[in-house]
Structure formats: C-alpha cells, structure tokens
C-alpha cells in the first residue's frame, strides 16, 4: 500500500519529524480557504505516483484566488491514469539546500538500509546508476536501529560527496542528522514499511530540517496490522487504483494472483515459477502471452474454473494455455474439473492444456474425447497454442 | 551424502498440529524422515501422528534431541517461531510459510545469523534429500530420486518439474534445495552452492532462478571465481515487465535490479551453460554426466 504524500507526512509529523503547514482540500473552495491560511502556496496533486510535477500536477499560488484556479485545474486532472481525488496546499518554503533521505529494503544485505544524499530532488534511482558514489548507505542493526554514531559517519560520508557550500556547519548538521534518521528508520518499523522516504529533505535559508515530500510504502503482507491506515486511505483508494490495469484491479478484488501483459494467448498455471517459465515458453514460440495467472501450489477444479473466468475477461485473448504440475493430484479429476469448467463458461476458443500427476495419460484421454488440445511438455504445448491463436487470426 | 539433511537428522515440525502441518508432516513421516516431536504452544503434552508434541522448541529440543525444524505456522506468527528455533539451539530452520512481512524476516534473518543457525526460506518448498530417505516441507515424495545432481531453486513447481524430468531421465538427487520466492531469505544461491562444492556425491548443480534482487548475480560471482563442479543455469521470467510483482513476493524488476537479462549475462560470463527450456536442463545435465 502506497500512501499518499499528506498521509506519509501526517506519519512523518506523528513520529516528530518536521514538514511545511500544510491543509489537504477536496474543492477549489477549500484550496481557496486553505490558501487565506497559509499565505503563499504550493498546490501538488495527490496520487500514489512520481513525475507529477512534469505532469503539471504542482502549482505556485501567490494568493487564494490563485490557489482556487490551481487546485480546480488540478483535481480535474488525470497524471499517467490516476485520478486525483485531493490536494495538498503547503506554505513555500525558504530552499537553501536540498537533500535526499530514504529508509529502504535492500535485498542483498536482508536489511533495511539508510539512504542518504546530497543530490536531493532528484529520482534517487537516476543518482544511483550515473553517481552511485554519491550515496551513503547504513545498515542497522534491525534490532537496535542506527545508534548515534553510526549516522554521523553516514552523514560524513554523505558529505565527503557533496558539492558546493554547505549551508549548515558541520557540528550543527550532524545534531540535527542524528534524530532525524532515528525518527525516519522508528517509522518505517512501526508502519512496516519497505520504503520511507524524504525526497528532497529541505534545508531551509534559516538552518531547519524539513520534509519537502514523503513517500511511504507499507509492507502488502502487513496490512492486517494497519488497519487504521487502510481506513484512513478510505474513500481515496478507489482513485488511488484509478490509474492501475483495470483488469487488474478486478483480478485483486477476486483474490488472484493476475498481472496483465497485453498479448493474446491467456496463460494459468500453477506456482510463480512456473508460470513465469510458461509466459517464456510462449515467446519462443513466437507467441504473446496475455497475462501471468498463478493458481497457487495446488490444481482445485473450482481454481481453475475462476482463473479461466478472469483470463476471458480480457477481450484481447485469442487462446489459453493451462499447465498444470500436478504432483499427486490425479490428471484424470484436473481433466473432468477443466471439461466442466470449459462447457459452464461456454469457451469456444482454443484450449490447451499440459499436466503432469498421478494418472496423467487417462486425464489427457479425457481431454481429447472432450475436445480440449493435450500435450505432454509445456513447450509442446506452447507451441501448439501459439499456432493455433495464429491460424485462427488469419 | 548430502548437503543439510541426512538420515541422521532428528526433525520437529512447528506447528505440526495445524491442518497444513499435519498433512506435510505425515508426508514426511511417509517419505523416510525421522520426525521427532511437534510444536503447538498450549498442546505440550499430547500425541499427534504418533509423535510427541511440546509447547516449546527448547523443550522439545531436551526431550528429543532434535537438530532440524520445519516451520509451517501462519504468517504472523512465522518469524517469531523461526527465532525460537534458533534460540533452542537448532541449526537448521526451514520455514514454508509464505506472506510473512518483510520486516519480521528482517529481524529474524539477523537473530538467526547471530546464532549461526541456519535459514531455508520462507515461502519455500523447503529441502529433500531423496538417497537419505529425508524432507522437511512440502516437496512431493514421488519427484525424490537418489542421484548424483543438487537442485537449487527459487520456485516451488519448477522445482518439482526439474526434478521429475531429471529423473525421468536417469539422474537423481543428492539434496534439492528451495530456498524460497520471498525478497528476504535465508541461505542464497552462493549459500547453497558452496555446500554443494565440498559434497562429495554431488557431481553437478542445477540452479533454477528467477527474476528479482541480485542473488543469481552474486553466484555467478562465485562459481566465476572457480567453481569444483559443473552448474547448468536456468531462468525464468525472460519475459517478465518492469515493476510488476509476478506471483512470487521477490520476483519483481526494480529500476534496473533483477531483470533475467542480468541475471543470464552473469552466468554466462561466469561460463555456467545457461538452459531455455526445462528439457534443456536434462540435455545438458546428460551431456555433461554420460
């Protein structure tokens, strides 16, 4: 679950880490009023993803009247697919410095790691690949969290990177280093997120530290511990989504396990690894698969029967492929399960389908006499699949 | 031989008495495997699958003497019983659980490295070593042969595919190794391999990785740097698009981590022949072991 960026600074402000004032409007209006508060504004729009700025999702606004045109152009606004159901109006601040802070999981090291840059502002990932050496990195102890002296030696590093004046002093950069990073990594831990970002941490003319942007990733396996949060997200999840694959969203309102590619040839199968193997299988038969569906571990009739459902929903398909590794589930029940499923759904397109299991040559039997394709491998079955979505186009 | 499980090693399941760890553990019990003793805390003290079960691992561990623990408890539970097993004393854990959050496995990846236990998993298929009539987790007995080849795999199903087509073929296991579709895990690709390299039975390695994080790179480092055996490569997800999650909670092309591209040129660099097709596996497994 990706927040919002007044919900991660709201996250950010309850763990004592600083960012601008700021009001969340809905309307015009309330961007308008909101605006009579603060003084001099900026508008940013509030979706779950990045490059909204180019997009001309952030706006200046140098009075109300200013704010209210801003935020009405905003909230109308589609930024790449995503409805923006708010914005955020937040005092302008005093740049002296920009700097980049982020808490991340970094896999190799099966840790959280501290990010920390002073080439803020910019995609961290654009620094990482053409300045890595820019990039201080910290790997706490995840039971202890980053103890004191350990930030100021990544902030030392950072520092030894950095180019130009520095604004603050060392001594007092330091000071204020230390909290900061404590608070960020304090949060990241209790919200069980795998990223916590500050992008950029400002440094302001008169020396303070402040949050100019925030991101916050929760954990997916964790949210049944954040219930407060997903409420929270409330009627702004729908728009949150808005800019996701339609069919997609569909496939997680059903509980499966769905990614939509844009080809013509459905693929199900069980397990991610092999599911992935079959979407490869595919391709090198010259084909294009429509999607990657995983059933899980097992071959259940009712499974298949849903994700047959949910790849037909996909109006590109021209031909499905089902492989199945059945372990000890018998091919001849898989067999009965998909011949049941095909009549009840009605599908008239191609069908193959590759198993393996306990009395797998009775259960491709039963297929054949029921009219769908069986096939001994996968890449037998891949290409028969691939010739016949191709024969039936032309 | 083998690597990390033998038919001396004296196993306990943690949460045995769940409707998963008994139908595993039975499986198990079926396939050879010593299992000693179950672990329900509040059921200590009663018998399941003719086993006794104990409301601790440490208890259960002086009782039974036992050295290796299959966890299959539910995911919010899952971490905190992957550290109890080490605080016991056990030197391997292998964890099936899959959607533990991340940041428990990170807690627990670190309690764990601390006690020099060792980790297999989580959301893994866990580990067989089919010439020692021994498992621990949910590998079909029926896809276990003995035999001269190490498995390692991040995925569940392909691994049971490998090792069904291997055998078909004539080749069997020493030991097969899932070590798990999650973004933290315990033991690595270059883990396992260097396990492998000091068996004396296992005469070549296949390994079987997927998209997502930098594992696959950093054995290619290894087996670059000389490596006793022959390994056969294998990846899947060639056709995977960036940012999206495929299946597996680890498998995923972020930035410019983790793309099989990467991950194909790596090991070809290392001079690892590299497979397309899981029949490719087999032919060159027969080419290099004829």
Known sequence: MKLLEHQAKAQFRSEGIECPMGRVARTPGEAESAARELGEVVVKAQVPIGGRGKAGGVKVARTPEEARAAASQILQMEIRGYRVPAVLLEELLDIGQELYLGVTLDRDRRRLAVLLSFAGGMEIEDVAERTPEKIAKLWP?????????????????????????????????????????????????????????????????????????????????????????????????????????????????????????????????????????????????????????????????????????????????KGIFVNIFGGITRGDEVAKGLIQARDELQIKLPLVVRMTGTREEEGRRLLEEGGIIPAVSASEAARRVVEMVAGAGR | MSILLNSESRVLVQGMTGSEGTFHTQQMIEFGTNVVAGVSPGK?????????????????????????????????????????????????????????????????????????ARLVGPNCPGLMSPGERSKVGIIPNQNGRPGPVGVVSRSGTLTYEIMQSLGAAGYGQTTAVGIGGDPVLGLSFSDVLELFATDPETELVVMAGEIGGSDEERAAELIGRGYPKPVVGFISGRTAPPGKRMGHAGAIISGNTGSAASKVAALERARVEVADTIEQIVERVTARLR
């Open chain 1, 141 to 317: 102890d995840p039971f202890s969290g980053p103890l004191p002296f350990e930030i100021r030696q990544l902030t030392l590093n950072a520092l030894a990177s950095a180019q130009g004046e520095q604004i603050l002093d060392r001594s007092r950069l330091l000071n204020l280093m230390v909290p900061l990073v404590q608070r960020l990594y304090q949060l990241c831990q209790r919200l069980d997120a795998t990223l916590c970002e500050i992008n950029p941490l400002v440094i302001t003319r008169s020396g303070q530290l402040i949050a100019g942007d925030g991101k916050v990733e929760v954990d997916q396996n964790a949210e049944y511990r954040h219930h407060d949060l997903v409420r929270e997200l409330g009627g702004d999840a729908e728009a949150a989504s808005s800019g996701d694959d339609q069919l997609e969203v569909e496939a997680r309102r059903r509980g499966l396990t769905y990614v939509h590619l844009g080809g013509d040839i459905g693929v199900i199968g069980n397990g991610a690894g092999l599911v992935m193997n079959t979407l490869d299988l595919v391709k090198q038969q010259g084909g294009s698969p429509a999607n990657f569906l995983d059933i899980g571990g097992g071959a259940k009739a009712e499974v298949v029967r849903q994700a047959l459902e949910m790849v037909l929903l996909d109006p590109e398909v």
């Open chain 2, 44 to 116: 200590g003290g009663s018998q399941h699958l003719g086993r006794p079960v104990y409301d601790s691992v440490a208890e259960a561990v002086i009782a039974t003497g036992a050295t290796v623990s299959g966890v299959f408890v539910p995911p919010a539970f899952a971490a905190d019983a992957i550290m109890e097993a080490a605080a016991a004393g056990l030197q391997l854990v292998v964890c099936i659980t899959e959607l533990i959050p991340v940041n428990d496995m990170v807690r627990a990846r670190a309690y764990l490295s601390s006690r020099g």
